[in-house]
């Protein structure tokens, strides 16, 4: 008996439960000895690196666990670079958009006495390419690290340019208007046919875009800000706008403009004008709107870099809806088709119009 009891104390106690390496930890067994325990993988975001560790520990905010969960790595920085595929093509469509504003605008230039551009009120066709010109630099603005003053400009100034650059087009279409009306013998619109009036609609329609910016700048101005939760393992640095008001605010605001130059512009695309240039700008609006209202379930499903990215997408392609349909045309006729750009083609022109116009009525 007592040799028996030697041999068990002699002989070393087998362990129910094996030990657990790094990345997990203990965990009672039930319905076992409490000596026997089973090993876990560490949760989320946690990390354990020694063997048998009771409790895992959690990795600092910005900083990830590796594939072992045994130590906390650096978390990766997202944010639409200038390195990434998405940020560089970007860039590079923004600034070769802008330059061939700067060609267009030259062409007007060069060709500023002939009746197409002396057609289309050439001061407000050139202050239009100008803003396009900066609706297209804007992008730039959305795209590298979101810095504090980055943040603080990017939208306003994206929204300065457009309304700008909007406020030129509903001028140049009440202008159309305007025009047309005042060629009658008893019209009283003759004094509103000058610079005058289309100075006084754009520095109107763009003050209220700068009265909301400003109020937004000075109550709720946006901010950079980190992101942990949406994707783990990364940091999502972002601007946040501090109001989501102030911003659809500011949206809401060129959609209305966009909105009445459409209706301005199809109501005024049949006048009987040398060049009437409404249609061009009905289908300008058209797709402009298109864009902007696309870009809101686009905007609001997206996440992380893919949230800017919409947005540089979206002033992009409304900037060129606008060149395409307001200036390509013109610009065709320009250059390639000269014998449509004479006082006698227009003269023609004009007469079969106005004739086609008596016939209707």
Not at 24 to 44: D, H, N, T, W
Not at 246 to 252: K, N, P
Not at 259 to 281: G, W, Y
């Amino acid at each position: 008996m007592w040799a028996d009891l030697d041999n068990c104390i002699a002989t070393p106690l087998s362990k129910c439960s094996p030990n657990c390496p790094s990345g997990f930890r203990k965990v009672i067994a039930s319905g076992k000895p409490l000596c026997c325990y089973e090993c876990a993988r560490c949760p989320q975001g946690q990390i354990s690196n020694k063997t048998d560790a009771v409790e895992c520990l959690p990795c600092s905010w910005d900083t990830w666990p590796n594939v072992q969960q045994d130590r906390c790595l650096p978390r990766i920085t997202e944010f639409l670079s200038y390195e990434e595929p998405l940020g560089y093509n970007s860039a590079a469509i923004g600034i070769l958009s802008s330059l061939l504003q700067l060609i267009i605008l030259g062409v007007f230039i060069r060709y500023k006495q002939t009746p197409i551009v002396r057609a289309n009120n050439y001061s407000l066709s050139c202050l239009l390419l100008l803003s396009l010109f900066l609706c297209f630099l804007c992008s730039l603005g959305f795209i590298g690290y979101p810095q504090p003053e980055k943040c603080l400009l990017r939208q306003v100034a994206f929204g300065m340019v457009f309304a700008l650059c909007i406020s030129c087009v509903l001028a140049k279409t009440v202008i159309v208007v305007i025009a047309f009306n005042a060629t009658r013998p008893d019209s009283k619109l003759k004094k509103w046919t000058g610079v005058k009036i289309s100075s006084v609609l754009i520095v109107f329609c763009v003050f209220i875009q700068l009265f909301v910016c400003l109020l937004w700048l000075i109550f709720v101005p946006p901010f950079p800000e980190h992101d942990i939760d949406t994707k783990p393992g990364f940091i999502i640095v972002y601007c946040n706008e501090g109001s989501n008001t102030a911003f659809w605010c500011m949206l809401g605001y060129l959609g209305l403009l966009a909105t009445i130059s459409f209706i301005v512009a199809f109501l005024a695309r049949r006048l009987p004008d040398s060049f009437n240039e409404a249609k061009f700008i009905t289908f300008s609006m058209l797709a402009f709107l298109s864009v902007w209202v696309s870009f809101i379930p686009a905007y609001l499903s997206a996440r992380g870099m893919y949230t800017v990215a919409m947005e540089v997408f979206a002033i992009l392609s409304s900037s060129w809806a606008m060149a395409i349909c307001i200036f390509v045309p013109k610009c065709f006729i320009v250059l390639f088709r000269p014998k449509r750009n004479s006082r006698e083609h227009f003269k023609v022109k004009l007469k079969r119009k106005t004739s086609g116009t008596k016939c209707i009525n």
